[in-house]
């Protein structure tokens, strides 16, 4: 018997807003807003999938930069050269062992990137 349920996903960041908006772009997500109006700017950013097809994403204000690898991480399904022109690096490019890519966002957080199946 399971004594917990997966809720959400959170991502840290030092520019919380900016990440906010890199993610919803790169994924098609929009901000989740509330019935009682703006939200604080230093408070987390909820996300949504507005399909509702994809996990709820909380992006949550950090002092710190990201100095060592992720120890959970987003995979996500998507057009390499479009992540790369959204600001997205490379950290390791797939490989015959490995079929996909390691990438980081604009703060440095990794994600796999799997390429769309053709």
């Given at each position: 018997?399971?004594?917990?349920?997966?809720?959400?996903?959170?991502?840290?960041?030092?520019?919380?807003?900016?990440?906010?908006?890199?993610?919803?772009?790169?994924?098609?997500?929009?901000?989740?807003?509330?019935?009682?109006?703006?939200?604080?700017?230093?408070?987390?950013?909820?996300?949504?999938?507005?399909?509702?097809?994809?996990?709820?994403?909380?992006?949550?204000?950090?002092?710190?930069?990201?100095?060592?690898?992720?120890?959970?991480?987003?995979?996500?399904?998507?057009?390499?050269?479009?992540?790369?022109?959204a600001g997205a690096t490379m950290v390791r490019p797939?490989?015959?062992?490995?079929?996909?890519?390691?990438?980081?966002?604009?703060?440095?957080?990794?994600?796999?990137?799997?390429?769309?199946?053709a």
């Amino acid at each position: 018997m399971a004594v917990a349920r997966f809720k959400d996903l959170c991502l840290d960041a030092r520019d919380h807003q900016a990440q906010a908006d890199w993610w919803c772009a790169v994924l098609g997500y929009v901000r989740h807003e509330s019935g009682d109006g703006p939200r604080d700017p230093t408070w987390p950013v909820p996300l949504r999938d507005p399909s509702g097809a994809g996990p709820f994403l909380w992006v949550n204000p950090v002092a710190e930069p990201k100095t060592v690898k992720n120890r959970m991480h987003l995979d996500v399904v998507g057009d390499l050269a479009g992540l790369l022109a959204a600001g997205a690096t490379m950290v390791r490019p797939r490989a015959e062992d490995r079929p996909w890519d390691v990438l980081a966002d604009p703060e440095g957080n990794e994600f796999c990137a799997f390429r769309p199946e053709a």
